[in-house]
């Protein structure tokens, strides 16, 4: 695989006029902790407003339209814990192709049952057996197997992020993005590198599953502890080998944020902007918040991707309690 060039990132904007919305860059007005002499602007980009709640809507429906239409006659198939399957749902349905989602038991409720309500047939398993078919594609199921991260439309896709944010504020010093399989962060590397501009790509990670600090760490990946928890929108046990030489490429570092620093930025994003955002999405805003010294320094604009707010309703009371979910 490579990185989506220019002229993938256009294709992917066309076929993505009439399905996706453009999504604002607005600046937070939270609290930011001074941790340096420079305290940069933070802007949020806010794809948790996107239709169906999150970013995958942009890679699912470039990855269906991308087809022919003899690949999608018996429907198509993927692993997803929740946002890319709704993506993928929403996509199919507006070309009439079934679909199959296979989805660990642990996914958040509400996105499973978001998926069928968009007509999903739904596949619940392990995680242990969900990451088996993410690396190895084998399904089982009928179909033609979309991955929803390790695609080159899927990239493209995610890529048209990239490209608004660069349009909106070429001049951002550091980009923070959650990496989960990491084709969110290639898609905005790509698009950063397509528009001239050396802005910097920060992965954000929570302190249960850090993958990408790993495999940064010792130049390749390598398995990591995982935990389950709030946080089920990124992180795995290991960076997929097919993503590790992309990711390397397009990645200046990665942060690892808390349970409590990830909940504490979905409070304030709620508080002072009444945005709700799922703990992957959050986990940008925590990263930004608690970059080193040494990095805030080198940095005026700071942009947050707010990946998505598909959050559990329990989950989001309890965290506006003041407390932080398990």
């Not at 993506?87 to 996914?107: E, M, Q, S």
């Not at 001239?196 to 920060?202: F, P, V």
Request: contains cysteine.
């Amino acid at each position: 695989m490579h990185l989506p060039t220019e002229a993938d990132i256009c294709a992917a904007r066309e076929n993505l006029e009439d399905i996706t919305v453009r999504t604002p860059l607005v600046p937070f007005f939270g609290r930011v902790d001074k941790h340096a002499e420079n305290t940069p602007q933070i802007y949020l980009k806010l794809e948790n407003i996107q239709r169906f709640g999150s970013f995958k809507l942009r890679a699912a429906a470039n990855a269906i339209k991308s087809m022919p239409a003899s690949k999608l006659e018996h429907g198509v198939v993927t692993a997803s814990a929740g946002n890319f399957g709704q993506g993928l749902c929403a996509a199919a349905n507006l070309l009439n192709v079934k679909c199959t989602v296979i989805a660990p038991d642990t996914a958040a409720r509400i996105k499973v049952e978001a998926m069928r309500a968009l007509g999903a047939h739904i596949i619940e398993t392990t995680f242990p057996a969900w990451w088996r078919v993410l690396e190895t594609r084998e399904s089982g199921v009928e179909g033609q197997f979309i991955h929803p991260v390790c695609e080159q439309a899927v990239m493209a896709g995610n890529a048209t992020l990239g490209a608004e944010i660069m349009e909106d504020l070429p001049d951002a010093d550091i980009i923070t993005v959650p990496v989960g399989g990491g084709g969110l962060a290639c898609g905005i590397g790509a698009a950063v590198r397509a528009a001239g501009s050396k802005a910097q790509l920060i992965a954000a990670e929570s302190e249960t599953s850090m993958p990408v600090a790993g495999a940064l760490k010792h130049g390749k990946p390598v398995e990591v502890n995982h935990t389950i928890s709030f946080i089920d929108g990124m992180g795995g046990k290991i960076v997929l080998d097919a993503m590790w030489p992309l990711l390397k490429d397009v990645l200046s570092g990665a942060v690892s944020s808390t349970h409590e620093q990830i909940a504490d930025a979905i409070r304030q994003m709620a508080t002072h902007h009444r945005v709700i955002a799922e703990g992957a999405g959050a986990a940008s805003l925590a990263a930004a918040l608690h970059l080193k010294p040494n990095q805030l320094d080198q940095a005026q604009k700071i942009v947050c991707v707010i990946s998505g707010g598909n959050i559990d309703t329990a989950v989001l009371k309890t965290i506006m309690d003041g407390r932080t979910p398990t």
